[in-house]
T-cell receptor
């Protein structure tokens, strides 16, 4: 089966600029996650969608980060304005079930904020 | 919430030796514990998992053990090969829908 698709693969921006990431989960997967992975650390959940509704966004810095999942399929994550500490890999993952256990990750977007 | 601690942060072994990575979790409500392997520049991939009603699971050279009483679980890789070199993450599923990840272990298998 096709995997989780993410774009772009790399992005370099200056601080205070905005950036957007895109994710297309595996077809039929109801749950979609955005994780932030800072170098040397494990993935940290930013937001979790169940279809097009938000299940958990408690760790999303809402003053600068936003995410949406229109029509319960693709999702976009936006940062505006970016800060130096936002430099990280942003991973999208999906799972089949509402309380799905097996996460399938995309290749991630590596963001560098200068 | 849940807190997952992972040790060691780096591990270097000789090819053919065994490698063991340990994780502890804080919330007894966690009931599913996957392990992911992440090669440099690539996506994390599930390599083995275990549910809370099982004490041990094995898949060829990889095994995972779970001690619910002590709230820790471990990844065991036997007969390590250079292609096992990667970063390994443990995770705990909390409240049925929240994954908490460990900080990762960089495994280096020396030929």
């Amino acid at each position: 089966e096709a995997g989780v698709a993410q774009s772009p693969r790399y992005k370099i921006i200056e601080k205070r600029q905005s950036v957007a990431f895109w994710c297309n989960p595996i077809s039929g997967h109801a749950t979609l996650y955005w994780y932030q992975q800072i170098l040397g650390q494990g993935p940290k959940l930013l937001i979790q969608f169940q279809n097009n509704g938000v299940v958990d966004d408690s760790q999303l810095p809402k003053d600068r980060f936003s995410a949406e999942r229109l029509k319960g399929v693709d999702s976009t994550l936006k940062i505006q304005p970016a800060k130096l500490e936002d430099s990280a890999v942003y991973l999208c993952a999906s799972s089949l079930e509402a309380f799905g256990e097996k996460l399938f990750f995309g290749s991630g977007t590596q963001l560098s904020v200068l | 919430g849940e807190n997952v601690e992972q040790h060691p942060s780096t591990l270097s072994v000789q090819e053919g030796d065994s490698a063991v990575i340990k994780c502890t979790y804080s919330d007894s409500a966690s009931n599913y514990f996957p392990w992911y392997k992440q090669e440099l520049g690539k996506r994390p991939q599930l390599i083995i998992d275990i549910r809370s009603n099982v004490g041990e699971k094995k898949d060829q050279r990889i095994a995972v053990t779970l001690n619910k009483t002590a709230k820790h679980f471990s990844l065991h890789i036997t007969e390590t090969q250079p292609e096992d070199s990667a970063v390994y993450f443990c995770a705990a599923l909390y409240n049925f829908n929240k994954f908490y990840f460990g900080s990762g272990t960089k495994l280096n298998v020396k030929p």
